[in-house]
């Protein structure tokens, strides 16, 4: 062995050496933990008894009613829209020319 190898066994060993005596010191200071007290058994439960406390069952705050369109509706509950309720009231929308196309509206 040369002296480098015998420098860093020497080293090692000094550094094992000061962490023995760092966990015995903190060994013998460390607090102590008292122990636990027996616990006292349990009393026995009617058989309907639960173990859970009853919680109130208070109502949530109420929310205002939300109109949706019938579509939307529709698209949600996956049924069919309502037919509307007067198809002669709705004017028909003309047909797109190209000029309408190129104008910004």
């Known amino acids: 062995m040369n002296q ?3 420098a860093a066994l020497m080293l090692a060993g000094a550094t094992l050496a000061f962490g023995a005596i760092l ?3 903190w060994w013998l200071r460390r607090p102590r933990t008292a ?3 027996p616990r006292l058994p349990r009393t026995p439960r009617e058989p309907g008894e639960s173990r859970l406390p009853k ?3 208070r109502t949530g705050p109420e929310l205002d009613q939300v109109e949706i ?3 939307r509706l529709a698209r949600i509950s996956g049924k069919a829209p309502p ?3 007067n198809e002669a009231d709705r004017e028909p929308m003309p047909p797109p ?3 309408s196309a190129l104008r910004p509206e």
């Open 4 to 6: 480098v190898e015998s």
């Open 23 to 25: 966990f015995v010191l």
């Open 35 to 37: 122990p636990a007290a």
């Open 55 to 57: 919680l109130s069952r």
């Open 69 to 71: 369109a019938p579509a």
């Open 83 to 85: 037919p509307p309720e």
């Open 97 to 99: 020319t190209a000029d």
